[in-house]
């Protein structure tokens, strides 16, 4: 869930974190645009004032972001269900370009998550949306992974919502598949709690599922400070404070999102010579993923949900450990709990398939935490149809 905004600027606090998220007047006052950013659209949206928000309460409460590990306890989460491990695979047949789906088709470093998954005892749940029931088959788990179609439920907050902007089972908006995945994964967790996470997810610490409810931070340059934190791990109990609170803060990114472009007017055109971390925000995908995850925590701050560190899930010290399938020299910091493989990484290796070295340092992790992904992977008699998995990583390489 990367993506990408950006914007600063000094005002006056749009939230309290002890109250409840609104929006504000229309009017805001007066913001100096600083001389190195020239573009308009910094505070030309509720958006981009939003963003900015996010930004200046990172800065003020900087000391919270952790950087050190803790350490995860040895015995399962006491909580019914809360070691529970949800997936969730929501491109259909439009974009995977088949009617119907085997899991061995799917990229190799997902194949890995899955496996690395079903090996730390929890119970395992690869939700899918788009294709019918009964054609996503499961051949790689020897029916140890419960397969579920995703269809949201009348009568919850998350399914009433849904009915209520959507048209044809999808959202009208911009980026409406990615956006529709953020809020499914927030759906899932909303209904039966437990952990979602990433199909690009290697477990590498069998008790990682054990661990305290929370999300990862991670490192970013200033201009990315809105996603401070992300949701390709997020673990926490349907009833919890945050749990609503991650909802209504969608509640109010989703008016700033569907609004942002008509209140800028085309204020936010990249300049002709944009400078290199400059950020497009016209086509922004991450206002509701990253950058509401982080709104959510700082806003309605829970003491039962805590941060990991980048170094937790392998990004540390950048979000992407691309060497790691060129050589054994680049490691993980520390004893992280998973890796998050980024796209380019999980591109990476579906590339290189059978001819990624096995003495490189994510070979050894997939010999490792999913050995029989390895072993089909490196097989010169594994049969896949492999324009799904190219499809799946096209469609992904259009979010950051």
Same mark, same amino acid.
Request: glycine share 6%.
């Given at each position: ?88 695979? %929501? +491109? *259909? ?8 789906? $085997? &899991? ?6 997902? /194949?890995? @998550? ?17 294709? %019918? +029931? *009964? ?8 029916? $140890? &992974? ?6 949201? /439920?009348? @009568? ?245």
């Amino acid at each position: 869930m990367a993506s990408v905004l950006y914007c600063m600027v000094c005002f006056i606090s749009l939230w309290s974190t002890s109250k409840s998220l609104q929006l504000p007047d229309s009017e805001h006052p007066e913001t100096k645009v600083e001389p190195e950013h020239p573009n308009t659209c910094i505070s030309c949206s509720a958006m981009t004032r939003i963003m900015s928000e996010i930004k200046h309460m990172v800065e003020e409460r900087s000391e919270e972001f952790p950087t050190q590990l803790f350490p995860l306890p040895d015995t399962p989460d006491p909580r019914e269900g809360m070691s529970d491990i949800n997936f969730a695979l %929501l +491109p *259909g047949p439009s974009v995977v370009g088949e009617s119907s789906i $085997k &899991l061995s088709e799917l990229p190799w470093v997902y /194949q890995c @998550g899955i496996e690395s998954a079903l090996r730390t005892g929890s119970n395992v749940t690869f939700w899918y949306r788009g294709f %019918l +029931p *009964g054609h996503v088959n499961d051949d790689i788990t020897a029916g $140890k &992974l419960k397969l579920q179609h995703h269809t949201f /439920q009348r @009568g919850t907050q998350t399914g009433d919502w849904w009915f209520a902007h959507s048209s044809n089972g999808s959202l009208t908006c911009p980026n409406a598949e990615v956006t529709a995945s953020d809020y499914i994964r927030q759906d899932i967790l909303h209904r039966v709690g437990g952990i979602y996470m990433d199909l690009d997810m290697i477990i590498l610490d069998d008790r990682l599922p054990h661990g305290p409810d929370g999300l990862p931070s991670q490192n970013v340059k200033d201009i990315w400070n809105d996603q401070k934190l992300v949701g390709n791990y997020l673990k926490y109990s349907r009833t919890t404070r945050f749990s609503q609170c991650m909802f209504d803060t969608w509640k109010l990114h989703w008016n700033a999102y569907l609004n942002h472009r008509a209140e800028c007017a085309g204020g936010c055109q990249p300049p002709s010579d944009p400078p290199r971390d400059f950020r497009d925000i016209d086509n922004e995908w991450g206002f509701m993923g990253p950058s509401l995850v982080t709104h959510a925590y700082l806003s309605c701050r829970d003491d039962n949900v805590s941060l990991y560190p980048p170094s937790a899930f392998g990004n540390d010290p950048y979000p992407c450990n691309l060497q790691i399938v060129l050589d054994d020299k680049t490691t993980l910091k520390g004893n992280s709990y998973a890796l998050h493989t980024c796209h380019e990484l999980a591109a990476a290796v579906e590339d290189m398939g059978a001819n990624l070295k096995r003495n490189t340092t994510m070979a050894h992790v997939m010999q490792d935490r999913c050995p029989k992904t390895s072993t089909r992977m490196y097989s010169q008699k594994a049969e896949r149809k492999e324009h799904v998995s190219q499809n799946l990583m096209a469609f992904f390489h259009t979010r950051p």
